[in-house]
């Protein structure tokens, strides 16, 4: 029954199609010949046939092996390509932030990470999870020096308008019921070079999502993501420039007293 099972796994995912064909074919061929139903030349033919469908397949797999001892080839000498470990985005991130007990994020004005991500962090804070958020400081030059950094150092109010909408998240956040002090929010004096949500980062299943800034939002941010296990030293470093950034920024405060 598991042969069976097995069978049928593999055809519906079109796997070792080749060696079932070359099964099937080998039997038929068996059992016409054994009850002399077919001419020996009929028979000499489909066993021709039969072999060559399975040099097309050992050819087949022959190539994929090829492929895979290059790309590992490839690794093992550095030559990753880029495409390998950066993304436009981190389609999993509702998913897994759902199931972490300790969210640490840091951005410009976070924006749109905090829409995506309300819902969920007003969730864990409740459920007893702790929540640490930094963002650019909304008094004093650092808009401007944000506008200035996106090459558009005319337009303040940009970055100013995006912080009034992510403060008025922050304040649900903060004011969530049940959620006590578990949630912290910190302004930063700067402009950080890089996003970071760091979800579980002290346990062995945690990871590490880094956000390389662009300088135009209109072209997107590069993520890439990291992994105690697998990403050791970088893994540790950037776990460590997020508690360098939360040192420098300072306690927001009350929400009512936020600009």
Known sequence: MRFLRRVGRDLSRGENLEIYSTALLSLALAVLGALDLVGGKTLAAATLATLALLAGGLLGSRRQLTDLAEQVRSRIAGEVSAEDFLAHDKPELVQQVRGAQDI????????????????????????GATVRVALIDPSGSTPAEAARRSTMPDRPAVYENRLRSSLDLLRELVETPGAGTRVEVRFLPFVPAFGLVLLDPERPNGLIHVDIYSHSSATGDAVFTLRPGRDGHWYENFQSEFDRIWAFGRTAGAPDDWA
């Open 104 to 127: 640490r994020i840091v951005g410009v004005t976070l924006g749109r990470t905090l829409r995506n991500l309300i819902d969920e962090l007003q969730s864990r804070a409740a459920a």
